[in-house]
Antibody, heavy 115, light 110 residues
Framework: QGQLVESGGGVVQPGGSLRLSCAAS????????MHWVRQAPGKGLEWVTL??????SYIDSVKGRFTISRDNSKNMLYLQMNSLRIEDTAVYFC??????????WGIGTTVTVSS | QSALTQPASVSGSPGQSITISCTGT?????????VSWYQQHPSKAPKLIIF???KRPSGVSNRFSASKSGDTASLTISGLQAEDEADYHC??????????FGGGTKLTVL
């Protein structure tokens, strides 16, 4: 079925940077697209970005600031977050793309942007 | 990329049925048969319970059913059980390799 484990969250000041990682296991990582989804405190889920064989896509609010990447040789997914804003504060989940849904999720890593 | 609209909360008694609506636009829910639903217990990872509008993944109870009409999708949970108490999130493909979620609905089993 597969397992995803995120890491790299923490507290950062506005304008700062952070790199999130997602370790995949139990499935052929290179065969699947991968999403990052976030959840601000007390709010719903928000799709952030996708990487798959066609390339990558982003929600408008993070374009030019966030970069998704992957290393298939290490079964790792990454999210480089620059110019962080207070509104980027959230739990960040990685999720496996299965056609048009997300069928395997990690437990999330918390990012807090605060001065 | 506006969020889909879900009721903030719904409630029901054990054994009853409840329905959660998810309203989008002709650019997302109305345009594609790619609506999915996720169940999320507190501080847990979301779990896929419905995909492609009305399909259930293997292992998901048949008490969960879903449909779509126009720009609105719906999730129905029948025979409510205490373990169903959770947050439920709808999601739709919105074109251009982007997705949009709803604001989430908190289900309380009375």
């Amino acid at each position: 079925q597969g397992q995803l484990v995120e890491s790299g969250g923490g507290v950062v000041q506005p304008g700062g940077s952070l790199r999130l990682s997602c370790a995949a296991s139990g499935f052929r990582f290179s065969d699947f697209g991968m999403h990052w989804v976030r959840q601000a405190p007390g709010k719903g889920l928000e799709w952030v970005t996708l990487i798959w064989y066609k390339g990558s896509s982003y929600i408008d609010s993070v374009k030019g600031r966030f970069t998704i990447s992957r290393d298939n040789s290490k079964n790792m997914l990454y999210l480089q977050m620059n110019s962080l804003r207070i509104e980027d504060t959230a739990v960040y989940f990685c999720a496996r793309m299965n056609y048009y849904n997300m069928d395997v999720w990690g437990i999330g890593t918390t990012v807090t942007v605060s001065s | 990329q506006s969020a889909l609209t879900q009721p903030a909360s719904v409630s029901g008694s054990p054994g009853q049925s409840i329905t959660i609506s998810c309203t989008g636009t002709s650019s997302d829910v109305g345009a594609y048969d790619y609506v999915s639903w996720y169940q999320q217990h507190p501080s847990k990872a979301p779990k896929l319970i419905i995909f492609d509008v009305s399909k259930r993944p293997s292992g998901v109870s048949n008490r969960f059913s879903a449909s779509k009409s126009g720009d609105t999708a719906s999730l129905t949970i029948s025979g409510l059980q205490a373990e169903d108490e959770a947050d439920y999130h709808c999601c739709s493909y919105s074109g251009g390799d982007t997705w949009v979620f709803g604001g989430g609905t908190k289900l309380t089993v009375l």
